[in-house]
């Protein structure tokens, strides 16, 4: 059973771009959730997707977007970057949507520039 | 963003002293979930907890979801070096299919040899 991986590792890009960040659901989840995690801090929740909709949000502007693909993988895309996007993105996936446990990949370390 | 609130920030402790969290909320929640997170990687999950008072054990660790709903404890027996890390607790708050996952501030372990 593979887990959840996410691309690239890493990513340095300078500020006003954009970016786009990949994760694979681990087989058999249909849910995927995307976080930012600064340094020192927990993890803070951005989205969630299920069937390629938007089925919940955190307190992040709508420069942060999603995509969910029909094979459940996801995008996490970042428009207009500020220095205080830089974090690590996490990506997580579930087998349901309904509020259980959540299985995370080892993340990408962004640097905003 | 709204978070967990995780004592003790964090701790020293020797091995094979025996080791207390906790994490409070004032909201109620239906699932608490406790992660231990290394430097640089994704969050592991450790254990899961959907009713209150449930206690449950994974090797040296056990977890308990508090009867108000509105706090959780993880405790770890006999602790060695590698149960260095920071641990989280998270939940998911919501329903009917829609959720935010709010995670605690996270408590830094770490074991003398």
């Known amino acids: ?113 | 963003g709204q978070q967990l609130n995780q004592s003790p920030q964090s701790m020293f402790i020797q091995e094979g002293e025996d080791v207390s969290m906790n994490c409070t909320s004032s909201s109620i929640f239906n699932t608490w979930l406790w992660y231990k997170q290394d430097p640089g990687e994704g969050p592991v999950l450790l254990i899961a907890l959907y009713k209150a008072g449930e206690l449950t054990s994974n090797g040296r660790l056990t977890a308990q979801f508090g009867i108000t709903r509105k706090d959780s404890f993880l405790n770890i027996s006999a602790s060695i070096p590698s149960d260095v890390g920071i641990y989280f607790c998270a939940g998911p708050l919501g329903g009917s299919g829609t959720y935010k996952y709010i995670f605690g501030t996270g408590t830094r372990l770490k074991v003398l040899a």
């Open chain 1, 1 to 113: 059973e593979t887990g959840v991986t996410q691309s690239p590792t890493h990513l340095i890009k300078t500020r006003g771009q954009q970016v786009t960040l990949r994760c694979s659901s681990q087989s058999g989840h249909n849910t995927v959730s995307w976080y930012q995690q600064a340094l020192g801090q927990g993890p803070q929740f951005i989205f969630q997707y299920y069937r390629e909709e938007e089925n919940g949000r955190g307190n992040f502007p709508p420069r942060f977007s999603g995509l969910q693909f029909p094979n459940y993988s996801s995008e996490l895309n970042v428009n207009a970057l500020e220095l205080d996007d830089s974090a690590l993105y996490l990506c997580a996936s579930s087998p349901w949507t309904e509020g259980g446990e959540q299985f995370f990949g080892p993340g990408t370390r962004l640097t905003v520039l």
